[in-house]
């Protein structure tokens, strides 16, 4: 790319709206501070979530909701122990799980998540000199399994001790520099364990002291440190297990197309400039080129689309940005193309999922229509 034509990419790819505030509060942080208030249209700062974790006990994937059971811990009195927590993905609030993008449904009942929450808009403002509405954290931009949380971390599990007669296994964590955690944990296996083991699957005998390996929870708190649901024995069944979800997450946003909102429309042009949202495939950009056709169909904040067979508009991509992102959500892709006709619904602010011109724009199953 000349430099020309670089500088008039940089004017004509507008950057997502990005929020600027004052102070706030973070985990750990000063508590006198308010948390961070989610803004229409515009991605939050870095380190401005709520770490929580817990068991994912109930989930609706087409509309993207669910209900953690939350960890305990010492922040809670115990009579508030375990009461579920009904949340709500963010438009561009994203999931892992096997170390690879997912969608909801991806995910078992019975998976222990780690999330980063938001607060619910504050809907009663306190008192002159009350304490603050206390927040409630409903809204989230990103969830893990354990899988996911400590490979993105470089950290892992040492094995110390497997009791098969017991069912238990003694783990200690270990981060990316191979320096082990204070304490051992000792965790529930049994029959219903599943052990990875190279392409295939191997049994409770395969675990032995001092290897590495990563595995998945559930029942944490609730039932000590919990129950290992699966176990990676070595870098191959991780490998393998991360692929394959690859492959389902891939297939899934061929069908259903990226997930951005617009930033930016030349009525005059007839011209649209789609942010995309983070959380998928980086590879999956490959199959969006210049000049290269696409297609775009409107979606709500839950990503579902009307009737996306039938409303897409299509037309040329005029130019493709890959930057880098700088804040939660962003991907950092942004997309200009001239659809064939501005739809009401490709407005700033407003979410669209876009189709390369090298995808299938086919019809989806009924329930995940928002039209009939």
């Not at 003694?170 to 599943?194: C, E, H, N, S, W």
């Not at 609730?222 to 492959?247: F, S």
């Not at 789609?274 to 590879?283: I, Y």
């Not at 940005?321 to 962003?330: A, F, K, L, V, Y």
Request: contains cysteine.
């Amino acid at each position: 790319m000349t430099r020309s034509l670089a500088a008039l990419v940089a004017v004509l790819l507008v950057s997502p709206v990005v929020a600027a505030d004052p102070p706030f509060r973070t985990d750990g942080g000063d508590e006198k501070l308010p948390w961070f208030q989610l803004k229409q249209s515009e991605f939050p700062p870095a380190g401005s979530a709520h770490t929580i974790s817990g068991e994912l006990i109930a989930l609706d994937h087409v509309n993207r909701t669910g209900t953690l059971r939350p960890d305990r811990d010492d922040t809670q009195r115990r009579g508030d122990w375990d009461i579920p927590r009904p949340f709500v993905l963010l438009p561009y609030g994203s999931l892992s799980y096997h170390g690879a993008p997912a969608e909801l449904r991806d995910i078992p009942i019975g998976t222990h998540l780690h999330g980063q929450f938001y607060a619910d808009p504050q809907k009663v403002a306190p008192k002159k000199g009350q304490p603050p509405v206390a927040a409630t954290f409903t809204r989230v931009i990103r969830l893990e399994d354990d899988f996911s949380f400590h490979a993105r971390q470089g950290r892992a599990w040492r094995v110390d001790a497997i009791q098969t007669d017991a069912g238990t296994l003694t783990l200690t964590g270990i981060d990316k520099a191979g320096k082990p955690d204070p304490k051992q944990i000792t965790f529930k296996v049994g029959a219903t364990t599943r052990v990875w083991k190279g392409k295939g699957f191997g049994t409770l005998a395969d675990i032995a002291a001092g290897q590495t390996v990563q595995a998945n929870l559930t029942v944490c708190t609730l039932k000590g440190p919990g129950r290992i649901t699966d176990i990676w024995l070595d870098a191959e069944c991780l490998a393998v297990a991360t692929a394959h979800q690859l492959e389902i997450h891939r297939l899934y946003q061929r069908e259903h197309g990226l997930a951005g909102w617009v930033v930016a429309v030349d009525n005059k042009k007839g011209e649209v400039v789609v942010a995309l949202f983070d959380g998928f495939d980086p590879k999956l950009i490959d199959a969006f080129t210049p000049q290269g056709p696409t297609a775009a169909a409107v979606a709500e904040d839950s990503l579902r689309t009307w009737d996306q067979i039938n409303d897409v508009k299509r037309g040329p991509i005029l130019a493709v940005d890959r930057g880098d992102p700088d804040t939660p959500g962003d991907s950092g892709a942004k997309i200009k193309f001239k659809p064939s006709v501005l739809l009401e619904g490709y407005r700033p602010g407003r979410v669209v999922r876009l189709f390369s011109g090298e995808w299938k724009v086919d019809d989806l199953p009924r329930e995940e229509r928002l039209y009939p």
